[in-house]
T-cell receptor, first 114, second 115 residues
């Protein structure tokens, strides 16, 4: 069965600093990987996804993520964080042949200090 | 109306009450989902409907009863709930074409409190 681990429950960064949120997955075949963001009182919104091809994917709001098969990781990055990026971030994995189900991580809560 | 709309946004109910959560999607998608979001736990997939047919029931207790009358509407009927069922219930939709899972579009959720 596929699984997703987000090792960091909380992360605090200063506005303007760079950000990296970690995500590790467990799945035998090539996974389909997603990052979602959830602002307080809101549903989840897709930031970016990786299906195949270029292992560095660009998303909305200036985010990018890199798929590293050797490390089973799909870390989310942003070069300069804005105060409006404070939210909870979820990594998710799906699989071909696994239907349209996604398995989510427990999330990382990002706090941005001004 | 655009996207995925959930009502009510907040619900407080006693353990003996019967209530329903409603979800409507205006995206023309063919798949709809219920997820449960509890503090410090991963999102838990509860039910999946593809083309109005239930294709996934993730061992959900029978006190949760889903209904999908058409591809645009999804309900979650609640009865005899327990306090541990208090959570944020998220509805989502996607366009399912087989193969790779599609992007999920989420509603804002229904915050349920069971007293």
């Amino acid at each position: 069965a596929q699984s997703v681990t987000q090792p960091d429950i909380h992360i605090t960064v200063s506005e303007g600093a760079s950000l990296e949120l970690r995500c590790n997955y467990s799945y035998g075949a090539t996974p389909y990987l997603f990052w979602y963001v959830q602002s307080p009182g809101q549903g989840l919104q897709l930031l970016l996804k990786y299906f195949s091809g270029d292992t560095l994917v660009q998303g909305i709001k200036g985010f990018e993520a890199e798929f590293k098969r050797s490390q089973s990781s799909f870390n989310l990055r942003k070069p300069s964080v804005h105060w409006s990026d404070a939210a909870e971030y979820f990594c998710a994995v799906g699989a071909r042949g696994g239907g349209n189900k996604l398995t989510f991580g427990t999330g990382t809560q990002l706090k941005v200090e001004l | 109306e655009t996207g995925v709309t959930q009502t009510p946004r907040h619900l407080v109910m006693g353990m003996t009450n019967k209530k329903s959560l409603k979800c409507e999607q205006h995206l023309g998608h063919n798949a709809m989902y219920w997820y449960k979001q509890s503090a410090k736990k991963p999102l838990e997939l509860m039910f999946v409907y593809n083309f109005k047919e239930q294709t996934e029931n993730n061992s959900v207790p029978s006190r949760f009863s889903p209904e999908c009358p058409n591809s645009s509407h999804l309900f979650l009927h609640l009865h005899t709930l327990q306090p541990e069922d208090s959570a944020l219930y998220l509805c989502a939709s996607s366009q399912w074409r087989g193969g790779a899972p599609g992007e999920l579009f989420f509603g804002e959720g229904s915050r349920l409190t069971v007293l």
